[in-house]
């Protein structure tokens, strides 16, 4: 899976740098360096939204509040080992 969170001045200025790092640490934590590739992007064109971050085409707005649901929902469960 490859998650791209945009890192231009209006996401930047809303924590794009914060979510980034929370969301590496998540990936880290999880073991999931393997399945889950995290890259900076410009601009994914939702500026008036939060944080843009974009999963598999669609973009999502990810409050630096929100991340860990964030990764529940939307990375860990479509990447978690089947029990």
Do not use: N, W
């Not at 360096?33 to 939702?46: I, N, S, T, Y």
């Not at 500026?47 to 085409?57: L, N, P, R, W």
């Not at 707005?61 to 529940?72: A, L, M, Q, S």
């Amino acid at each position: 899976m490859e998650v791209k969170v945009c890192v231009g001045s209006a996401c930047y200025v809303k924590g794009s740098h914060e979510v980034i790092e929370e969301l590496h640490e998540f990936i880290k934590m999880y073991h999931l360096e393997k399945q889950v590739v995290l890259k900076a992007a410009f601009c994914l064109g939702h500026c008036t939204e939060a944080v843009s971050v974009e999963i598999d085409g669609t973009v999502y707005g990810v409050p630096k509040e929100g991340v860990k649901d964030f990764f529940d929902q939307q990375i860990y469960r479509s990447v978690r080992p089947c029990k």
